[in-house]
């Protein structure tokens, strides 16, 4: 009881331990619930605490990339180094790509099929083979592509060089320079970012957000909305084929 009571903030932790127990359920909270509205709170809850039946991994991705596009967050991101602000950005993009392509498969994905098809060694588990799918299915376009390819290659001067340059030099400033999508920042997260290339850093990547969030969402509705008249659409869709198939049959033959 004593644990519990810690671990939710209610009374002080005594250890190391019980202050990183007490931290990991703050963020599971923060990003499962805070993409959510207060009904659907409830409704987890209450079917948690009645059924025992957990959000779907979808919902909790979904959930999670909501409060992880937050300006709190984002603005964590703008105060890092030039590396730290690169690999948060990429890595946060890349989960959103990887988010949009899981809504498009059929079949129901679970947190042990995400990392058979999304993990370190999995067949998209590169950030280069994301971008690529997501492109061939329409998720990706345009000025994105430009601006997802141009932050891959500079991610990946800070992931592989041991001693990268900065951002304002070389042909990672040119990089930088090249990247087309904007949006306006909060003057905060302009401060942080400092300097012209960081910026531009900052606004493509929470332009790109932007863009998959409401491509996602645009998905989900799409689904719940097929999910919910399946029956009537496939009835409709045998019909017509019927149809076709009987006019076939009854056209004069040459």
Partial sequence: ??????RWGFLRPRNFNER????????QWHYMFRGLSWRQILYVLLRYYLTGERMSFLDEELAGLKAASSQNFLMNIATRD??????????????????????????????????????????????SAKITVAHALGMVFG???NDLTNLRKIRNVYA????????????????????????????????????PERQRV?????????????LIQRAVAERKCYSAHSDEINSEMRSL???????????PSK
């Avoid at 900052?202 to 409401?214: D, G, I, R």
């Fill in 1 to 6: 009881m004593h644990a519990t009571l810690r």
């Fill in 20 to 27: 990183i127990d007490r931290i990991v359920l703050k963020t």
């Fill in 82 to 127: 030039d590396a730290g602000l690169v690999i948060g950005a990429t890595s946060l993009l890349d989960q959103f790509i990887a988010l949009g392509l899981i809504i498009r498969f059929p079949v129901e994905i679970t947190r042990s099929s995400y990392e058979r098809i999304f993990g370190p060694n999995a067949p998209l588990g590169a950030f």
């Fill in 143 to 145: 000025d994105m592509w």
């Fill in 160 to 195: 592989h060089e041991i001693m990268p340059p900065p951002l304002t030099q070389g042909h990672l400033a040119q990089r930088c320079r090249a990247l087309k999508l904007k949006i306006d920042l909060s003057p905060d997260i302009l401060a942080a970012c400092a300097t």
């Fill in 202 to 214: 900052a606004e493509s990547t929470f332009s790109l957000v932007l863009h998959l969030l409401v």
């Fill in 241 to 251: 084929i019927d149809e076709m198939n009987k006019k076939s049959e009854n056209a």
